[in-house]
């Protein structure tokens, strides 16, 4: 297995040592392989979300295949499945990574995302019903892709 494979090590997750959040990440994510992690993320996103902003930088671009393919699934839902879906807050904890010191780790998932911001935005429908709700929505997804394209990098 190479390096760029290898799972991340606590020390990827909270790479400062001592930050309580990255640490709960560690403790839920830490020592899964990307599909042991999509399949605990797909039962309890809600629960789970948060945990990608803390992580360190090298953990959540191992890791962020499950936001991916959680939010690119959705149309092989059932309608009565796919509100919510954690959609307005998971382009928040995206940000946090791209911004500070995460950027050197995860600056090279730049395109991904952005492709990911324009699924979203495409394809609204899928993450709600209400206007407001899709509106709320649109607007994160639209600030992470803004974000995204005047950041160098």
């Known amino acids: 297995m190479t390096a760029a494979k290898s799972l991340p090590t606590e020390q990827d997750f909270d790479p400062y040592g001592g930050d309580l959040d990255a ?18 993320f797909h039962q309890h996103p809600e629960v789970y979300q948060e945990d990608f902003m803390f992580m360190g ?6 890791y962020y295949p499950v936001i991916d393919s959680y939010l690119r699934d959705t149309p092989l839902l ?16 995206i940000k946090n990574q791209f911004e500070g010191w995460n950027f050197p780790h995860v600056r090279h998932l730049k395109r991904s995302v952005i492709d990911l911001c324009c699924f979203v935005r495409e394809n609204l429908c899928l993450f709600g019903s209400e206007p407001s709700e899709l509106e709320k929505i649109d607007e994160q997804w639209l600030s992470l892709q803004e974000h995204l394209e005047t950041t160098n990098g």
């Open 23 to 40: 640490q709960c990440a560690w403790i839920n994510f830490g020592g899964l392989t990307l599909e042991e992690a999509k399949m605990k």
């Open 57 to 62: 930088g090298k953990a959540f671009a191992y």
């Open 78 to 93: 059932p309608p009565e499945d796919r509100d919510d879906r954690e959609t307005w807050i998971l382009p928040q904890c």
